[in-house]
């Protein structure tokens, strides 16, 4: 049978740069899959419909809830986002290891349901970085700002239940951040592959094929 996927998730406040982090690994590393969340918010512009996220109406997000369609769900910034179910299970049971890039109430709920996932808070190297880069996306309203801002500190006080910390320097101190950053989520996801308990198979093997004379 073939080896399940590994679930990683990767957390972190609006504008600590996680998609763009998750991106540029994927771009590097196509042994990697990112889920599609379904998400109720409007899209922004360039966002693409099934790309991005699964754009949906409040209806059909209750439709989703009622079939129990959704493997963590939760409310975020005023808007409702969730993990589909079928996507998460498609990709662990083909063996593929899986990127979910969701707020820290659907990591706790991913958590629960499997202890074995591995979690990564990415952290702003300041608040005033933060707010520049909530500013400088130019696709917030002051108020979303504002409220994206008042959530942060909640956010960040949940990075201890975190297994990992990686720090998403700003660009015009550190040039190459963003890879850093994206090289240290891929390390992440090596260090698990390489866990002794991924290798009792391998190991088993050969030493059995060690002992033939
Ligand atoms: P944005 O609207 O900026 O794309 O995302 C807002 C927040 O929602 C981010 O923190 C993002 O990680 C989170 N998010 C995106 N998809 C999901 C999801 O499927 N479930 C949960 N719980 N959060 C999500």
Not at 80 to 96: D, F, H, I, Q
Not at 156 to 177: F, G, L
Not at 205 to 212: A, H, Q, R
Request: proline share 3%.
């Amino acid at each position: 049978m073939a080896k399940r996927g590994r679930l990683f998730v990767v957390s972190g406040p609006a504008g600590a740069g996680k998609s763009e982090i998750v991106r540029a690994l994927l771009k590097a590393h196509n042994d990697v899959g990112l889920s599609v969340s379904c998400t109720t918010r409007a899209p922004r512009p360039g966002e693409v419909n099934g790309v991005s996220y699964h754009f949906v109406t409040e209806e059909r997000f209750q439709e989703l809830i009622d079939e129990g369609a959704f493997y963590e769900w939760a409310f975020v910034h005023q808007n409702r986002y969730g993990t589909l179910k079928s996507a998460v299970e498609k990709e662990l049971a083909e063996g593929r290891d899986l990127l979910l890039e969701i707020d820290v109430q659907g990591c706790m709920q991913v958590l629960e349901q499997n202890p074995e996932a591995t979690s990564v808070f990415v952290c702003p190297p300041s608040r005033d970085n933060l707010e520049k880069r909530l500013r400088d996306r130019g696709t917030e309203t002051e108020e979303s700002i504002r409220v994206r801002l008042n959530n942060v500190a909640r956010e960040v006080e949940t990075a201890y239940r975190y297994d990992y910390v990686i720090i998403h320097y700003d660009w015009s101190e550190v040039p190459n951040a963003l890879q850093i950053a994206a090289d240290e989520l891929y390390a992440i996801i090596t260090s698990k592959r390489l866990e002794k308990n991924n290798r009792i198979d391998f190991l088993n093997e050969l030493s059995e094929g060690l002992k033939k004379n």
